[in-house]
């Protein structure tokens, strides 16, 4: 079987959190940055885990075919730092 190559990197995924800070949406980005930041997490350590939400749902996206799930995104930046999707 064929592996897929995944559609994104660690450095695209930081930049597409930048771009969500920066415009504001979707909102909850910046919410779990304060979060995180106000729990001890550095703004590099906050930013990295929300890239792991969004990489967690763009791998989920990427693995069913299905398009972006925003409400699976905002529910996994709710769940940060705790990643449960990585159990899977």
């Not at 800070?21 to 703004?43: C, F, N, V, W």
């Not at 969004?54 to 990643?83: H, K, R, T, V």
Request: glycine share 4%; charged share 25%.
């Amino acid at each position: 079987m064929e592996q897929q190559e995944p559609v994104f990197d660690e450095d695209m995924l930081l930049e597409m959190v930048d771009n969500q800070l920066a415009d504001g949406q979707p909102r909850q980005a910046k919410e779990a940055l304060l979060r995180l930041s106000m729990t001890g997490h550095s703004q590099d350590e906050a930013k990295a885990l929300i890239a792991c939400a969004l990489g967690a749902e763009i791998m989920a996206m990427q693995a069913s075919g299905q398009p972006f799930n925003m409400e699976q995104y905002l529910d996994n930046l709710a769940q940060l730092p705790a990643m449960p999707w990585a159990d899977d």
